[in-house]
């Protein structure tokens, strides 16, 4: 479901976040990094080595959350900003939280900002009550809200300007027959273009240029080339690597003629 | 005529990683970018990198770029050219490019690193040569390199990681992104850069294509439509969306023609990205005395192309009878961080197509 969404599922949530026993000892770091990737600098970061090390970067980290003391460090080194800070104990009705937020304007303390889901929804009003940005920070500023403690496992976001997201619309625009795309820009192919002639029988890329100067352009084929050979492809039925290459010659770029002209043999240098 | 030991074409993470792996070995360098800022796409990545401390891991693009780019400069056999362009590689091994933006220069090398990366692959749909249809790379550029807002209100069609990484860079930018879509039933880049747009409230729509861009004169307007099992668009699903910037990533190219010139023997991988070189796992093309290293030799992660930039580094440095004591040390050290960066779930496609393209070692 992740995969097709970017929302871990409740289950997965919870499959990362401390026990509630450990949650009620106070300040701990929950990860929630969901995917096996080649990454590792938050198991390095940890001064405490409360995350384990790696047997292999793509290892998944996992947290001794009995030596976590909820020091921001691994936040800051976390190239995914994956890793959030939670503090049960901070007051009697609430939680704080400390997130990662590369968003500018910061926020001020004592603002009250709207905390976000996973999904970017507003669910409630927090209150900003430190924000930390130094050097040593790896450029990642943290924010520290207080939230309503039944929403710790929910708030994942902050949104300190707050305006109405733009959705779609279902208006109907008016249809345009004759265009299928451009393919080549330098000579204003479309793709129709390229399906006819392919369907004529010019199915190699050098007869492609013989007949419409395919690839002949100032781009030298780099933005038409994947196109149609993945059409050629298709139409013939055969992998791209079993077609016939194209021949490549100088110049790669464009060049003034009189620089060529120009040109002294300097002798050795 | 310039004639030199190794001539490295491209100063991304690959080319400058070869180019301090082989001036460190002694090398006399020509390192050609044709920007006038070296770093390659790196410049312009303001997240945070994946990997582990060997490929400076949470270390922010453009930060890597500085600090290779201090590496190199303490090397006064390693010159960095800017605005120079390679255009040609002839019969005779003499390869051309053009310098300082105008001047044509022949030079001589003794070796080759290609490390020319990738450019943006696109996607034939009406509408697509409407201004306002971009590629999510060059609007990337435009936005952290140049600090130019490039839209108000963005449509996203694809959802791997320079789809995402780019939507989230264009909310921090101030812009709206309306929708990410992908062809795809999965996202497939990582999942933590899906779940920070999802928490900014982003739609990511799978399954879902554009099937029209339209405007008057520019883009106004970008209808999305379900795809069916076999990826054909499914009437009646049509999602029509008010935006001034519709970004395409689908997915990146080898840009590969300077080896294609050379003569090296291509093979058209669809996992890599397109046409590739065969090499050696040492990086070693068919022709003895060019190697390549970053995205030309397949699409994957920057920090697998530094890696592969020093590999490619000490083969060249190898060739040019450069070897140092502790070369076999600092091969095998490139050889396990590549292993193990291609070991997880990511690295299976990357692996399957490598089998492919890697013969002999």
Redesign the interface.
């Known amino acids: 479901m992740?995969?097709?969404?970017?929302?871990?599922t409740q289950s997965e949530i919870e499959s990362v976040f401390p026990s509630d026993e450990r949650l009620s000892k106070g300040p701990v770091a929950v990860i929630?990094?969901?995917?096996?990737?080649?990454?590792?600098?938050c198991a390095?970061?940890c001064p405490r080595g409360a995350i384990l090390p790696f047997a292999?970067?793509?290892d998944r980290p996992v947290i001794d959350n009995d030596k976590c003391n909820g020091c921001i460090l691994c936040m800051?080194?976390?190239?995914?900003?994956?890793i959030m800070v939670v503090d049960i104990t901070w007051s009697q009705d609430r939680a704080l939280i400390k997130m990662p937020y590369?968003?500018?304007p910061l926020p001020d303390v004592g603002q009250t900002v709207q905390a976000?889901?996973?999904?970017?929804?507003v669910v409630a009003e927090a209150e900003v009550i430190r924000v930390q940005y130094n050097k040593s920070m790896?450029?990642?500023p943290i924010v520290s809200i207080a939230v309503d403690k039944q929403l710790v496992k929910t708030i994942?976001?902050i949104?300190t300007i707050c305006d109405t997201?733009?959705?779609?619309?279902?208006?109907?625009?008016?249809?345009?027959a004759q265009?299928?795309?451009?393919?080549c820009?330098c000579n204003d192919l479309q793709?129709a273009e390229i399906r006819a002639l392919i369907a004529k029988g010019y199915t190699t890329i050098a007869e492609l240029k013989q007949m419409a100067r395919l690839g002949m352009g100032p781009c030298?084929?780099?933005?038409?080339l994947?196109?149609v050979?993945n059409e050629l492809s298709r139409a013939l039925g055969v992998?791209?690597?079993e077609?016939p290459?194209g021949s490549?010659?100088?110049?790669?770029?464009s060049?003034?003629l009189g620089?060529?002209a120009?040109?002294e043999?300097?002798?050795?240098? | 005529?310039?004639?030199i030991d190794l001539l490295i074409v491209g100063a991304g993470p690959a080319g400058l990683m070869a180019a301090k792996e082989a001036g460190t070995a002694g090398a006399n360098v020509l390192l050609l970018e044709r920007s006038h800022v070296p770093g390659g796409q790196l410049v312009k990545q303001t997240?945070?990198?994946?990997?582990?401390?060997e490929q400076y891991?949470?270390?922010?693009g453009f930060d890597i770029s500085e600090i290779l780019l201090d590496e190199i400069k303490k090397l006064p056999n390693v010159k960095l050219a800017l605005n120079a362009?390679?255009?040609?590689?002839?019969d005779d091994g003499i390869w051309?490019a053009?310098m300082d933006g105008?001047?044509?220069t022949?030079i001589l090398p003794k070796a080759v690193i290609i490390a020319t990366g990738a450019?943006e692959?696109?996607?034939?749909?009406?509408?697509?040569?409407l201004p306002g249809v971009y590629g999510a790379g060059a609007v990337q550029t435009l936005m952290n390199q140049y600090g130019i807002k490039p839209a108000n209100?963005v449509v996203m069609l694809g959802a791997g990681n320079i789809g995402l990484i780019v939507s989230y860079q264009l909310?921090?930018a101030g812009v709206?992104v309306?929708?990410v879509c992908d062809g795809s039933?999965?996202?497939g880049g990582?999942?933590?850069?899906?779940?920070?747009?999802?928490?900014?409230?982003?739609p990511?729509l799978?399954s879902h294509s554009v099937k029209?861009a339209?405007g008057q004169g520019r883009l106004e307007?970008v209808?999305?439509w379900e795809l069916d099992k076999a990826w054909q668009g499914i009437p009646g699903t049509?999602?029509?969306?008010?935006a001034d910037v519709l970004c395409v990533a689908v997915g990146l190219?080898p840009?590969s023609?300077?080896l294609?010139?050379a003569g090296c023997e291509?093979?058209?991988?669809?996992t890599l990205g397109?046409?590739v070189p065969y090499r050696d796992s040492f990086l070693a093309t068919s022709r003895e005395n060019i190697f390549v290293a970053g995205d030309v030799a397949g699409i994957e992660?920057a920090?697998s192309a530094m890696v592969e930039g020093r590999l490619a580094g000490l083969s060249a440095a190898k060739f040019l009878g450069l070897s140092t004591p502790d070369f076999n040390a600092k091969r095998n050290d490139c050889m396990t961080q590549l292993e193990?960066?291609?070991?997880?779930?990511?690295?299976e496609r990357i692996l399957s197509g490598l089998a492919q393209a890697v013969i002999g070692s």
Do not use: W
């Open positions: 992740l995969e097709k969404t970017g929302v871990p929630e990094c969901f995917q096996s990737i080649p990454c590792d600098p390095t970061a292999d970067i793509n800051t080194k976390c190239p995914g900003l994956a590369e968003f500018r976000l889901d996973r999904e970017g929804t790896n450029k990642v994942r976001n949104r997201p733009t959705t779609a619309t279902h208006t109907a625009i008016q249809e345009e265009d299928t795309g451009i393919v820009r793709l030298q084929g780099r933005n038409c994947p196109v050979v992998p791209v690597a077609l290459v490549f010659r100088p110049m790669v770029k060049i003034y620089d060529l120009g040109y043999e300097q002798g050795e240098n | 005529m310039i004639h997240h945070m990198f994946f990997g582990s401390e891991a949470s270390y922010r362009t390679a255009l040609a590689v002839y051309a053009e105008a001047s044509y022949k450019g692959k696109s996607l034939a749909f009406p509408g697509n040569d209100r909310l921090q709206e309306l929708a039933p999965r996202i990582y999942l933590v850069h899906a779940a920070k747009l999802r928490r900014m409230g982003v990511i799978t029209q339209a307007t209808v999305l049509e999602k029509v969306y008010r190219s840009l023609e300077l294609r010139q291509m093979v058209y991988v669809n397109g046409y992660e920090s193990s960066l291609r070991s997880g779930h990511a690295g």
